[in-house]
């Protein structure tokens, strides 16, 4: 059945639907991550967003719900170049056509990706509507009028939950948080408190923790939405507490710290992007998902490719713009756990 994508810019593409049939509207963005479409799938980080995989063939690992790293599809829409219809995993429990249908979530196969990501990477992320019929001027004018806000409470749990059982205990401040997170800090001996984004700052502490974990998570940090959970970081910062910031969290730690942060071009969206710790000069390569970064003249860690921040260290809390957790990507910085483990400790948290 044939599909339509039209970019805010006028740009019409042909394709064909696979996963549910109907039409969407989104911020059309590019992740060049050659496996973990599961993971980038059911990451909250990706709300609002209509997903481009750069990588031709995607689900020939099929479905496999313990690599989820969310109950739910955070993606709008999702487009590929070739999906896979024959899957061949030991582990896999289905295939991505039907695990899309299930869930109502509309794929955009056929289409020449490699020229809708250069128009990306040329002109900029951009809105794009997916329609069932050519698109006429009402489609572009929907395209261009859509916008993301209050992201981070459409994604954040609305309820306490706990992992893991260990000394430690760690209160991880839910904006849309990747599974691996949490799974993370347990396999370190952590207890894992989960809050809702809006829980104020004394209820936080009521469970005494031995630090802070801020999630991942959507939209823009800056969005006036987010002004209450700045705020609850500038009390959680008071209280002396260890403070560990991913993604969102990182974001959001900077502004709380007079920091300001900008949109970029296109953003970083992969498992492959290198990034150089200024202290050591060492690089990694780290997994990222991000459309937002933290203007800073210097910073703990540095991009290779752009020189954009992608950490900060306060002393007794850091922030990394990438993902430590590595879901899915390399274990390079996997580490950075260990130091988180290792300021609680010094703090007096063991």
């Known amino acids: 059945m044939k599909a339509y994508l039209i970019l805010e810019n006028g740009i019409v593409m042909e394709g064909e639907f696979f996963g549910a049939r109907g039409e969407i ?137 706990k992992t893991g059982e260990g000394s430690r205990r760690v209160a991880l401040m839910d904006f849309g948080a990747k599974r691996g997170i949490a799974e993370a800090l347990a396999a370190r001996h952590c207890e894992v408190w989960s809050f809702p984004h809006d829980t104020p700052a004394r209820e936080v502490l009521k469970i005494e923790p031995s630090g802070i974990m801020l999630s991942n998570g959507p939209g823009n940090p800056a969005d006036p939405a987010n002004a209450a959970i700045i705020e609850t970081i500038r009390a959680l910062m008071r209280s002396g507490l260890p403070i560990f910031g991913i993604c969102l969290g990182h974001q959001l730690l900077a502004l709380a710290n007079g920091y300001t942060t900008r949109k970029m071009k296109f953003g970083h969206r992969g498992a492959n992007q290198p990034v150089k710790e200024t202290s050591t000069g060492r690089v990694y390569i780290t997994s990222q998902n991000h459309g937002y970064a933290v ?40 580490f950075l756990f260990d130091r988180f483990m290792e300021r609680m400790e010094d703090f007096g948290g063991s």
């Open 25 to 161: 509207t989104g911020e059309v963005v590019f992740t060049t991550g050659m496996t973990g479409y599961l993971e980038t799938l059911t990451d909250q980080s990706y709300y609002g967003q209509i997903v481009l995989q750069t990588f031709p063939l995607i689900g020939n690992y099929g479905v496999i719900p313990s690599d989820f790293e969310s109950g739910t599809v955070g993606v709008k829409a999702y487009i590929v170049k070739h999906p896979c219809h024959a899957p061949s995993n030991f582990r896999s429990e289905g295939g991505l056509d039907a695990f899309l249908r299930e869930r109502g979530i509309i794929g955009l196969c056929g289409i020449d990706t490699r020229a809708l990501t250069k128009i990306i990477r040329q002109n900029g992320v951009m809105n794009g509507k997916i329609t069932l019929s050519p698109p006429g001027e009402a489609d572009l004018l929907e395209a261009k009028a859509y916008s993301i806000h209050n992201a981070v409470a459409a994604v954040s749990t609305n309820h306490l939950t």
């Open 295 to 334: 203007v800073a003249e210097a910073g703990a860690f540095v991009n290779v490719n752009d020189d954009t921040c992608e950490g900060l260290d306060y002393g007794r809390s850091f922030s990394v713009q990438f993902h430590p957790e590595a879901r899915g990507g390399p274990l390079d910085t996997a």
